[in-house]
């Protein structure tokens, strides 16, 4: 899969829903219930952070529902994106790139987020072809005001900031004309998430997929 593929790909992704929920789960029992929850909420695409064991599974578990599109987040390595792939991720998201690991989801052909932290990554990822990003960590890195500036002289790249986004300061971003949608953790936070309380996750998501973009 060529970037600007990839590309083409994340951007309609990224279109479908004004938050992309950010998802750490350890239990693969709640994966199933909390995809649905999510996506009954009105937010499809779901990255799954591939940061606890049972993240894999997550991820097969996830890949069952219907209406979701779940992908893999925090791919590190060739190994994780081959292991995201094979488990039924359908796009993959990394906090920063190498030559190695875009070498390997395109090769791998898996649609990506690329992670960029300054206008020099961005404009490395955007020689390459990859017109939609990840910035992160957003907020560290100077939050909305920032990205809005790097959006100045590269109005050719679509952002999806993650890192630090809640719903107070989600507007903040998705206001932005380089903003296709932002990646939050706040919609499934872990209390909720352990208790099984797939109703409260619901209302979170509907709030989340009612947050207007500019």
Known sequence: MTPQDASKETEAL??????????????????????????AGGLPALEVTLRTPAALDVIREMAKVEGGVVGAGTLLTPEDVQNAKTAGARFGVTPGCTDRLLDAVEAADLPTLPGAATTTEALRLLERGYTVQKFFPAEANGGAKALGSIGAPLP????????????????????????????????????????????????LAREAAALARG
């Open 14 to 39: 990224c279109r479908r829903a004004p938050v992309v929920p950010v998802l750490v789960v350890e239990d693969v029992a709640h994966a199933r219930p909390l995809a649905e929850a999510l996506v």
């Open 156 to 203: 050719q790249i679509k952002f999806c900031p993650t890192g630090g986004i809640s719903l107070k300061n989600a507007p903040d971003y998705l206001g932005l004309s380089n903003v296709l949608c932002c990646g939050g953790s706040w919609v499934a936070p872990k209390n909720l998430v352990q208790a099984g309380d797939w109703k409260a996750i619901k209302e």
